[in-house]
């Protein structure tokens, strides 16, 4: 149990358009999802908290008109990259809190803005 | 704030021998938990083991192990009889249970086992 899945796994886009990567729960509703990001080599930085129902909370220095969230139902967490640039390319990874408190961590999504 | 330190940025073992990862924290919370994953090449991040912090028994499973040392605040993670598979980033994590719930990381420890 305690699956999360991301989709697209890859995406390739170019400079200027926007793109959207989906975080679901598929064996359980979670009321709180999380949106990292993870650079070459370094460890995980937590970009916003999303709440089911509620404005997401952004981490300090994250661009909230960029990365937009929604959180529209128990099950599904969207990440939206606005007029993708190619410093916004990285690997995003989503995770959603079971009722356990643990994280379970989607597989993970490259982008690269051309 | 609370904060997580991971000093050992590389580490290298041989197959079948046993390696010791280090974590340590610092919070001036009581009730917390504490979490290594592990991030293989695939990037999926699979959780090793978790620690709460009320309870005294060291968490096991199979061959990995934790030395939880509270008033030291230190969460280290031993890997016994390592495999070739065990190659991987690991992360060591801390969480409150309150608020966001959200995780604090470690800057993570590549571990390599060799041949």
């Known amino acids: 149990g305690a699956v999360v899945s991301q989709h697209p796994s890859r995406v390739i886009c170019k400079s200027g358009t926007s793109v959207k990567i989906e975080c679901r729960s598929l064996d359980f509703q979670a009321t709180t999802m999380f949106w990292y990001r993870q650079f070459p080599k370094q460890s995980l930085m937590l970009m916003a908290t999303?709440?089911?129902?509620?404005?997401?909370?952004?981490e300090q220095g994250v661009e909230k008109d960029k990365f937009l969230i929604n959180h529209a139902s128990l099950t599904l967490s969207t990440l939206t990259v606005t007029s993708a640039h190619p410093e916004d390319s990285s690997f995003y990874i989503c995770?959603?809190?079971?009722?356990?408190?643990?994280?379970?961590f989607g597989p993970g999504t490259r982008l690269t803005v051309t | 704030a609370q904060t997580v330190t991971q000093s050992q940025p590389e580490m290298s073992v041989q197959e079948a021998e046993t390696v010791t990862l280090s974590c340590t924290y610092d919070?001036?919370?009581?009730?917390?938990?504490l979490f290594w994953y592990k991030q293989p090449p695939s990037r999926q991040m699979i959780l090793v083991i978790r620690?709460?912090?009320?309870?005294?028994q060291n968490a096991t499973e199979n061959r990995f192990s934790v030395n939880f040392q509270k008033a030291a605040k230190s969460f280290s993670l031993k890997i016994s009889d390592s495999q070739l598979g065990d190659t991987a980033m690991y992360f060591c994590?801390?969480?409150?249970?309150?608020?966001?719930?959200?995780?604090?990381f470690g800057t993570g420890t590549r571990l390599k086992v060799l041949a």
């Open positions: 919070t001036s919370e009581s009730n917390y938990y």
């Open positions: 620690q709460e912090a009320y309870k005294q």
């Open positions: 995770s959603a809190r079971g009722t356990d408190y643990e994280q379970y």
């Open positions: 994590a801390f969480m409150t249970p309150s608020g966001t719930y959200k995780y604090i």
């Open positions: 999303s709440n089911e129902g509620s404005k997401a909370t952004y």
